[in-house]
């Protein structure tokens, strides 16, 4: 089963606009949340990442928020550029994996995101 | 600076077949992973070894084997391949506790 759901599957913005790609999951034993940039034809690359213990990260544009209640959290870009055209992926570790198995991650499904000039 | 590298990058495959994905990494790290990337299922963890000399079944294993040939060396192996393990494979490493993964390019197979 899909232990972490992603949405939108695709989002089109236009140059400067505001991306929002959000995620959620069920499974409480969550403790890192990373996302992960992928460009055609390469492997993922990691983006930016939060654990629980805060309610958002900012890192340049791109900014993760956090919602522990919800169970939800969710990717920004701002001032989005055409080079942001890519898909990206949001991922959780269970904490039980421990801390040596930080590349045991659950994937969400993807969003492919275009960013118009 | 290499990184993660995979071979080969493409393959068409007839059901039952067998072969053989090759990773390497030259980042000296102890873990390694094998994901496939599916559309619509995001990447999915087959198989993974945290350390030379260890490998443990990920989300998917079924129909795969896995080698540590040594640290540098993880490869997946397709014994009878099907239709349904048409995909992307991605090889990636990372080091204990350090929480970024680092992927290669990617293998893409066709099972016919």
């Known amino acids: 089963q899909q232990q972490v759901k992603q949405s939108p599957q695709s989002l089109i913005v236009q140059k400067g606009g505001i991306s929002i790609i959000n995620c959620a999951y069920e499974?409480?034993?969550?403790?890192?949340f990373p996302w992960y940039q992928q460009f055609p034809g390469k492997g993922p690359a990691l983006l930016i990442a939060?654990?629980?213990?805060?309610s958002e990260k900012k890192e340049g544009r791109f900014t993760i928020s956090f919602n522990k209640s919800a169970k939800q959290f969710s990717l920004h870009i701002m001032d989005s550029q055409p080079g942001d055209s890519a898909t990206y992926f949001c991922a959780a570790k269970n904490a039980k994996a421990g801390g040596t198995s930080y590349g045991k991650l659950t994937f969400g499904q993807g969003t492919i995101l275009t960013v118009h000039p | 600076n290499a990184g993660v590298t995979q071979t080969p990058k493409f393959q068409v495959l007839k059901t039952g077949q067998s072969m053989t994905l090759q990773c390497a990494q030259d980042?000296?790290?102890?873990?390694m992973y094998w994901y496939r990337q599916d559309p619509g299922m995001g990447l999915r963890l087959i198989y993974y070894?945290?350390?030379?000399?260890?490998?443990d079944k990920g989300e998917v294993p079924n129909g795969y084997n896995v080698s540590r040939l040594n640290k540098r060396e993880f490869s997946l192996r397709l014994e009878s391949a099907a239709p349904s393990q048409t995909s992307v494979y991605f090889c990636?490493?990372?080091?204990?506790?350090?929480?970024?993964?680092?992927f290669g390019e990617g293998s893409r197979l066709t099972v016919l």
């Open positions: 939060i654990r629980p213990d805060v």
């Open positions: 990636a490493s990372s080091e204990p506790f350090n929480r970024e993964l680092f």
């Open positions: 980042m000296n790290h102890n873990s």
């Open positions: 070894s945290a350390s030379e000399g260890t490998t």
């Open positions: 499974n409480t034993a969550f403790d890192y």
